[in-house]
Protein backbone atom coordinates (compact mmCIF):
# COMPACT_ATOMS: atom_id res chain seq x y z
CA UNK A 1 0.00 0.00 0.00
CA UNK A 2 1.02 3.30 -0.49
CA UNK A 3 -0.02 6.97 -0.14
CA UNK A 4 1.09 9.54 -3.01
CA UNK A 5 -0.24 12.90 -3.79
CA UNK A 6 0.09 16.36 -2.44
CA UNK A 7 -2.15 18.67 -1.12
CA UNK A 8 -4.04 19.26 -4.38
CA UNK A 9 -4.53 15.22 -5.32
CA UNK A 10 -3.56 12.56 -3.00
CA UNK A 11 -4.34 8.64 -4.55
CA UNK A 12 -3.52 5.32 -2.78
CA UNK A 13 -2.18 2.11 -4.67
CA UNK A 14 -3.04 -1.06 -3.36
CA UNK A 15 -2.35 -4.86 -4.37
CA UNK A 16 -5.58 -7.18 -3.30
CA UNK A 17 -6.76 -10.24 -4.64
CA UNK A 18 -5.28 -10.25 -7.89
CA UNK A 19 -6.45 -6.45 -8.10
CA UNK A 20 -4.87 -3.20 -8.18
CA UNK A 21 -6.88 -0.29 -6.82
CA UNK A 22 -5.51 2.92 -7.68
CA UNK A 23 -8.21 5.60 -5.76
CA UNK A 24 -7.55 8.81 -6.59
CA UNK A 25 -8.83 12.35 -3.86
CA UNK A 26 -9.56 14.98 -5.45
CA UNK A 27 -10.68 17.46 -2.80
CA UNK A 28 -13.96 15.71 -2.25
CA UNK A 29 -14.13 13.97 -5.11
CA UNK A 30 -12.80 10.35 -4.86
CA UNK A 31 -12.53 8.21 -8.03
CA UNK A 32 -11.24 4.33 -8.06
CA UNK A 33 -9.78 2.33 -10.68
CA UNK A 34 -9.37 -1.27 -10.91
CA UNK A 35 -6.98 -3.14 -12.35
CA UNK A 36 -7.10 -7.06 -13.03
CA UNK A 37 -3.30 -8.05 -12.45
CA UNK A 38 -4.17 -11.71 -12.83
CA UNK A 39 -6.45 -13.00 -15.70
CA UNK A 40 -7.52 -16.30 -15.08
CA UNK A 41 -8.93 -16.98 -18.86
CA UNK A 42 -5.07 -16.44 -20.38
CA UNK A 43 -2.58 -18.45 -20.83
CA UNK A 44 0.42 -17.78 -17.63
CA UNK A 45 2.77 -16.14 -20.20
CA UNK A 46 0.34 -13.72 -21.20
CA UNK A 47 -1.01 -13.03 -17.80
CA UNK A 48 2.71 -12.53 -16.43
CA UNK A 49 3.58 -10.32 -19.53
CA UNK A 50 0.45 -8.20 -18.73
CA UNK A 51 1.08 -8.13 -15.01
CA UNK A 52 4.85 -7.03 -16.29
CA UNK A 53 3.79 -4.93 -18.37
CA UNK A 54 1.03 -3.08 -15.65
CA UNK A 55 3.60 -2.90 -12.62
CA UNK A 56 6.40 -1.13 -15.20
CA UNK A 57 3.77 1.47 -16.56
CA UNK A 58 2.99 1.96 -12.84
CA UNK A 59 6.49 2.23 -11.91
CA UNK A 60 7.45 4.35 -14.79
CA UNK A 61 4.48 6.96 -13.86
CA UNK A 62 5.93 7.00 -10.31
CA UNK A 63 9.18 7.78 -11.13
CA UNK A 64 7.91 10.57 -13.45
CA UNK A 65 6.11 11.77 -10.87
CA UNK A 66 9.28 11.55 -7.92
CA UNK A 67 11.41 13.05 -11.20
CA UNK A 68 9.18 16.06 -11.47
CA UNK A 69 9.43 17.08 -7.57
CA UNK A 70 13.66 16.60 -7.77
CA UNK A 71 13.79 18.46 -11.51
CA UNK A 72 12.63 22.31 -12.14
CA UNK A 73 10.81 22.66 -14.83
CA UNK A 74 10.04 19.22 -15.06
CA UNK A 75 6.56 19.19 -14.82
CA UNK A 76 3.29 16.64 -14.00
CA UNK A 77 0.46 17.90 -13.02
CA UNK A 78 -1.89 14.47 -11.50
CA UNK A 79 -0.81 11.13 -11.36
CA UNK A 80 -2.73 10.41 -14.72
CA UNK A 81 -0.87 12.70 -16.49
CA UNK A 82 1.79 10.55 -15.53
CA UNK A 83 0.19 7.53 -16.58
CA UNK A 84 -0.27 8.85 -19.85
CA UNK A 85 3.17 10.30 -20.19
CA UNK A 86 4.84 6.80 -19.24
CA UNK A 87 3.03 5.69 -22.28
CA UNK A 88 3.81 8.37 -25.00
CA UNK A 89 7.35 7.78 -23.23
CA UNK A 90 7.47 4.40 -24.57
CA UNK A 91 5.59 4.87 -27.87
CA UNK A 92 8.88 7.70 -28.67
CA UNK A 93 11.53 5.40 -27.34
CA UNK A 94 9.92 2.29 -29.31
CA UNK A 95 9.77 4.62 -32.77
CA UNK A 96 11.45 7.37 -33.36
CA UNK A 97 14.29 7.15 -30.32
CA UNK A 98 15.82 3.86 -32.32
CA UNK A 99 16.25 6.62 -35.48
CA UNK A 100 17.64 8.95 -33.56
CA UNK A 101 20.31 6.59 -32.27
CA UNK A 102 21.47 5.64 -36.00
CA UNK A 103 21.50 8.96 -37.14
CA UNK A 104 23.76 10.16 -34.06
CA UNK A 105 26.14 7.25 -34.20
CA UNK A 106 29.38 8.92 -34.81
CA UNK A 107 28.58 11.67 -31.66
CA UNK A 108 27.77 9.14 -29.62
CA UNK A 109 30.74 6.99 -30.94
CA UNK A 110 33.43 10.35 -30.87
CA UNK A 111 32.06 11.06 -27.29
CA UNK A 112 32.38 7.40 -25.83
CA UNK A 113 28.39 6.81 -25.32
CA UNK A 114 28.06 10.60 -24.07
CA UNK A 115 25.87 11.88 -26.22
CA UNK A 116 23.04 8.76 -25.34
CA UNK A 117 22.41 11.43 -22.64
CA UNK A 118 21.60 14.01 -25.19
CA UNK A 119 19.73 11.38 -27.46
CA UNK A 120 17.69 10.47 -24.47
CA UNK A 121 17.14 14.41 -23.33
CA UNK A 122 15.55 14.98 -26.76
CA UNK A 123 13.34 11.67 -26.33
CA UNK A 124 12.35 13.16 -23.42
CA UNK A 125 11.98 16.65 -24.10
CA UNK A 126 9.95 15.49 -27.50
CA UNK A 127 7.66 12.87 -25.78
CA UNK A 128 6.24 16.02 -23.53
CA UNK A 129 6.25 18.41 -26.56
CA UNK A 130 3.41 15.55 -28.13
CA UNK A 131 1.17 15.93 -25.21
CA UNK A 132 0.93 19.96 -24.62
CA UNK A 133 -2.50 19.80 -22.71
CA UNK A 134 -2.57 16.36 -20.76
CA UNK A 135 -0.17 17.72 -17.71
CA UNK A 136 3.44 16.92 -19.28
CA UNK A 137 5.82 19.25 -19.07
CA UNK A 138 9.79 20.38 -19.68
CA UNK A 139 10.21 23.74 -20.13
CA UNK A 140 13.70 23.01 -22.14
CA UNK A 141 16.58 21.26 -22.68
CA UNK A 142 18.10 21.31 -19.63
CA UNK A 143 15.17 20.26 -17.48
CA UNK A 144 15.03 17.28 -20.30
CA UNK A 145 18.63 16.63 -19.71
CA UNK A 146 18.71 16.37 -16.18
CA UNK A 147 15.44 14.78 -16.38
CA UNK A 148 16.26 12.03 -18.30
CA UNK A 149 18.95 11.61 -16.02
CA UNK A 150 17.25 11.28 -12.55
CA UNK A 151 14.47 9.45 -14.58
CA UNK A 152 16.55 6.54 -15.32
CA UNK A 153 18.02 6.30 -11.89
CA UNK A 154 15.13 6.88 -10.21
CA UNK A 155 12.86 4.08 -13.09
CA UNK A 156 15.94 1.63 -12.43
CA UNK A 157 15.75 1.77 -8.44
CA UNK A 158 11.83 1.39 -9.02
CA UNK A 159 11.90 -1.21 -11.40
CA UNK A 160 14.33 -3.18 -9.24
CA UNK A 161 11.79 -3.20 -6.64
CA UNK A 162 9.18 -4.04 -8.85
CA UNK A 163 10.80 -7.27 -9.92
CA UNK A 164 11.42 -8.65 -6.41
CA UNK A 165 7.47 -8.63 -5.60
CA UNK A 166 7.05 -10.38 -8.95
Do not use: C, H
Amino acid sequence: MAFLGDNREKYLLLVQNDKLLIRFFWGQKEEEFYFLIKLVMLPLTTTMFLKSFLLTWLGTAVALLITAQIVPGFIIKTFVAALLAAIVIGLVNATIRPVLRVLTFPATLLTFGLFTFVVNALTLWLASAITPGYGFIIRGFIPAFFGSIVLSIVSSIINYFLRAVE
